[in-house]
C-alpha cells in the first residue's frame, strides 16, 4: 500500500506514528504491538501487514508437500485444550492409538514415487518412547526415504525425552541430527506467559525450557519454526510478550524460519465453555504478528485449522505461506473441531486458491527453496 493511503484512515496520533515506523522499516516496542491489538482497526493492520509482506516477498505464497506422522496420542501430559491426547490410563480408549513401529515405515514407502518432500513426525509424550527410539526411527526412516526432510518432535516431546534419557537439550538434540532428524517444528509453545501456561498446560515444558530448546537446536544449525495459541483466555499483553521472547530470541540466533499463530478450538476438550474468536480476530492477529515479528522471515497460516477462505483472507494480512498439501494424516486439529476434517488438498486445488486472490503460488522445500514455481511467467516459460 501506498504511504499516502494511509491519509484515508481516521485514526490516532500514536497510530500514525506506529504505521510511520513501519513505512521506515523501524522496529515497534512492546506497548505499540499491545496498543495495535487494542485500537488497531482491521483494514489499517491488514495495510500495514500487506506492506511488510509485500515487502518481503512480493506477491509469492509458499506451499510445500507433506505428510505427517503421528506415533501415538497417549500423553504424560494433561493440557486443557488438548482434544487430541489420552492419558496412559485411557490406552484402551477406541480413540487412542501407539502405531508400530512396522507401520510407520509402511506409511514412509506409501509416499515411493510421490513428490512429498517433507515428514512431519509430532504426537503425544508416550512414557515408553523414548530419545533412542525416536532416533532409531529416523534413521530407519532416512534409509527408506534418504532425501526426505525430517521436521520433528516438539520441544515437549523433546523436554521429556532428554530429561528420561539424562542428556542435555543440546546433547538429545545432537543425537537426533546426526541420526536425520533435520528440523523442528514449533509446537508446545502454546502462550509463554506463565499464569496463562499454569492454567492451561500447567505440567509439561516451561516456556523458558521451550525457548532454551530452540537455542540449542538454531545452535546445532538445526532451524525452527515457533507457533501460538491465542483465542482463549490470553491477554493482548500476553501474545505480544510471547511475541516479543520469540523476537528477542530470533535476533540472538536468527534460527526461526516460520512463526504460526494457532487458533484455539473449543471442541472436546477442557476448554470447551470458552468461546472461540471471529475471523476477524485471526486476521488481526495475523496482521500485528507480521507487523512485530519483524526478523522472522515467514509468517504461516495454517489452512486445515482456520478453513481454505480465511486462508485465502490471511495472504491480504501479512501472511505467505499456507502450509501443506497435507495428506489426511494428521489428527491434532481436526479432533478439536478444526474447519477442516480431513485435510487434503491437491496441488492444484492449492496452486488454484492461491492464485484465486491474485497470489503467486510456489511450492517450496522445507527451508523455503523454491520447488515447483506455479507463476504465471513461469508456466508460459516451462
Ligand atoms: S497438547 Fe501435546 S503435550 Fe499437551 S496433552 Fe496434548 S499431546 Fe500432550
Known amino acids: 500500500m501506498d504511504k499516502d493511503l494511509l491519509k484515508h484512515f481516521n485514526i490516532s496520533d500514536e497510530l500514525k506514528s506506529i504505521a510511520e515506523k513501519v513505512y521506515n522499516s523501524e522496529r515497534i516496542t512492546f506497548e505499540e504491538g499491545v496498543l495495535l491489538f487494542e485500537k488497531g482497526e482491521l483494514n489499517f493492520l491488514g495495510s500495514l501487514a500487506n506492506h511488510i509482506r ?22 504424560v501430559f494433561d493440557c486443557k485444550f488438548c482434544a487430541y491426547s489420552k492419558l496412559i490410563r485411557e490406552k484402551g480408549d477406541y480413540d487412542a492409538w501407539e502405531m508400530d513401529e512396522e507401520k510407520i515405515y509402511e506409511t514412509v514407502r506409501s509416499y515411493d514415487n510421490t513428490d512429498i518432500t517433507e515428514v512431519h513426525i509430532v504426537g503425544g509424550v508416550h512414557p515408553k518412547m523414548g530419545l533412542q527410539y525416536f532416533a532409531n526411527l529416523i534413521k530407519n526412516i532416512k534409509e527408506i526415504r534418504p532425501e526426505i526432510h525430517v521436521k520433528a518432535f516438539t520441544a515437549v516431546e523433546l523436554e521429556y525425552m532428554c530429561r528420561k534419557a539424562k542428556v542435555s537439550y543440546k546433547e538429545g538434540l545432537k543425537i537426533l541430527k546426526d541420526h536425520g532428524q533435520d528440523s523442528l517444528p514449533g509446537g508446545g509453545a502454546e502462550i509463554f506467559a ?75 476438550n477442557q476448554m470447551s465453555h470458552i468461546n472461540e474468536v471471529s475471523v476477524l480476530e485471526d486476521l488481526r492477529t495475523y496482521a500485528v504478528s507480521r507487523i512485530y515479528m519483524d526478523n522472522f522471515p515467514h ?11 480465511t486462508a485465502q483472507l490471511s495472504l491480504a494480512y501479512g501472511v505467505n505461506d499456507i502450509d501443506g498439501t497435507i495428506d489426511d494424516s494428521t489428527k491434532i486439529y481436526s479432533m478439536a473441531g478444526a474447519e477442516e476434517q480431513n485435510p487434503n488438498m491437491t496441488t492444484e486445488q492449492i496452486v488454484d486458491l492461491i492464485k484465486k486472490v491474485g497470489r503467486h503460488p510456489i511450492e517450496r522445500n522445507s527451508v523455503y527453496d523454491t520447488v515447483n514455481d506455479y507463476g504465471e511467467e513461469a508456466m508460459q516459460e516451462a
Open 54 to 75: 509485500e515487502k518481503k516477498h512480493g506477491d509469492i505464497t509458499y506451499f510445500n508437500k507433506n505428510f505427517h506422522i503421528e506415533p501415538t496420542n497417549i500423553c
Open 299 to 309: 509468517l504461516k497460516a495454517y489452512w486445515p485449522m482456520i478453513g481454505r477462505e
Open 194 to 268: 506463565e499464569a496463562v501456561r499454569e492454567e492451561i498446560c500447567k505440567d509439561k515444558c516451561s516456556s523458558e525450557q521451550w525457548l532454551a530448546i530452540h537455542e540449542a537446536a538454531h545452535e546445532l544449525g538445526m532451524p525452527s519454526n515457533a507457533t501460538m495459541l491465542y483465542g482463549h483466555i490470553e491477554s493482548y499483553a500476553d501474545r505480544i510478550d510471547h511475541m516479543n521472547r520469540l523476537r528477542e530470541l530470533q535476533d540472538k540466533t536468527g534460527g526461526f524460519n516460520t512463526f504460526i499463530p494457532l487458533k484455539f478450538r473449543n471442541g472436546n
